[in-house]
């Protein structure tokens, strides 16, 4: 029961990590707009985002409801040593949330709202990162290595988003807009995922993982480059997955490096049997309701 749990966590850490991370991108690309169609880029980014965004952070929810219910210490731990990247990481949430919905719907003072937007959404998967970082290897969240994967999870977080700007753009010079900013920021993620491997305490990433990756990544520069956007968008999701997949797997059975264990934190079992089915009966109304919701929202005015 631990290890399902767990995995249903890491499961949910990818989900945000594709879904609410294309949002993230998308922000970040919002913020660096340029060029003559900047007014178009920032449109494209409002369109793909607009309906359906919020809904990813249910993800999120997801994984704080099974780590304070069903590893409590270990919540508890979490919370007190990452206090400050994890209040900073929701100030960036709350806040560009709240900016893109004024943006959106408000009578003025967009110019500003939509800054902050963008600021926030580049700002929080750095944070996020920072977070990750320093739960693999227990030493302050401002170190070295956490900010190197909290700048690689920026990298990735906007090569998903434009990736998948690609297959949304209605034109074809959009396209190419965000299709030299996927490569742009493929070719980063790829730097600064080999940086954050040599400045690592310790392995965090299995070698196949690593070695898979390498492979992945260079099928998606060839996909942009060929301009096979279709096959470009799943190499992408693939990717982030297997790059979360591997940081669990190196992390295991650690939720906090070097003394918080999954079974030495886990809730007593009649709780764990308890949540387990909760959990089943949970994903039968969420998973329809996002389908619906992604079903009826993205494919408006197409």
């Not at 369109?47 to 919540?75: G, K, M, Q, R, S």
């Not at 994890?86 to 003072?109: E, N, T």
């Amino acid at each position: 029961m631990i290890l399902t749990l767990a995995l249903v966590m890491l499961a949910a850490l990818v989900l945000y990590a594709v879904l609410a991370g294309a949002d993230f991108g998308g922000g970040a690309w919002d913020l660096f707009a340029a060029g003559p169609r900047a007014k178009a880029q920032r449109e494209l980014v409002s369109h793909a985002l607009a309906p359906v965004w919020e809904a990813n952070h249910v993800w999120l929810i997801l994984i704080v409801v099974i780590l304070f219910t069903a590893f409590p210490p270990a919540f508890a731990a979490l919370m007190t040593a990452l206090h400050a990247p994890l209040m900073l990481m929701l100030a960036g949430i709350v806040m560009r949330g709240s900016a893109f919905v004024f943006r959106q719907y408000g009578k003025s003072g967009n110019e500003m709202w939509g800054r902050v937007f963008a600021v926030a959404s580049t700002v929080t998967p750095v944070f996020l990162g920072m977070a990750l970082g320093a739960m693999s290897t227990g030493g302050a969240w401002h170190g070295v290595f956490p900010l190197c994967v909290g700048l690689f999870s920026l990298s990735l977080f906007a090569m998903v988003a434009a990736v998948f700007l690609t297959v949304e753009a209605p034109e074809r010079a959009l396209q190419d807009d965000f299709r030299l900013r996927a490569l742009g920021a493929a070719i980063v993620s790829a730097a600064l995922a080999a940086v954050t491997a040599f400045v690592a305490p310790r392995p965090f990433v299995p070698l196949p993982a690593a070695a898979s990756s390498v492979v992945l990544g260079a099928a998606l520069l060839g996909a942009l480059w060929l301009r096979r956007y279709g096959a470009a968008r799943p190499l992408a999701v693939a990717l982030v997955t297997l790059v979360v997949i591997g940081w669990g797997y190196g992390q295991y059975p650690y939720l906090l490096v070097p003394n918080v264990t999954l079974h030495a934190v886990a809730a007593p079992e009649p709780t764990l049997r308890l949540l387990l089915p909760t959990l089943g009966l949970g994903a039968l109304v969420l998973f329809p309701s996002l389908f619906w919701l992604m079903r009826v929202f993205k494919t408006v005015g197409r």
